[in-house]
Nanobody
Framework: VQLQASGGGLVQAGGSLRLSCEAS??????????MGWFRQAPGKEREFVAY????????LYADSVRGRFTISRDNAKNTVYLQMDSLKPEDTAVYYC?????????????????WGQGTLVTVSS
């Protein structure tokens, strides 16, 4: 499975960005899998941001982004999105998408596999 994340960049505080993550793989059926977004700031551990179930009917957000970020997916395009609004400097990080392969907690990094290469988001104050 290959995951290609894009959409990162430099934005001022209060601004918006939309991240995309396209999945591909000869035997990978995107619509069968829940997906997640994580982020890793310099010097910090990778942390959960958002989760979306295979059909998009169930989502979960970290407390730090709830109400500002929106996760969505388009199964016809094998793509998961992260709309980020009202960005803050503390949102600065490399953002990663991943496939949820486990059956337990959707906010646990250990439930995910097949990580993308990440896309850098920098929010200036």
């Amino acid at each position: 499975v290959q995951l290609q994340a894009s959409g990162g960049g430099l934005v001022q505080a209060g601004g918006s960005l939309r991240l995309s993550c396209e999945a591909s793989g000869r035997t990978f059926i995107f619509s069968d899998h829940a997906m997640g977004w994580f982020r890793q700031a310099p010097g910090k551990e990778r942390e959960f941001v958002a989760y979306i179930a295979w059909g998009g009917g169930s989502v979960l957000y970290a407390d730090s982004v709830r109400g500002r970020f929106t996760i969505s997916r388009d199964n016809a395009k094998n793509t998961v999105y992260l709309q980020m609004d009202s960005l803050k400097p503390e949102d600065t990080a490399v953002y990663y998408c991943a496939v949820k392969t486990g059956v337990s907690r959707p906010d646990s990094i250990y439930e995910y596999d097949h990580w993308g290469q990440g896309t850098l988001v920098t929010v200036s104050s």
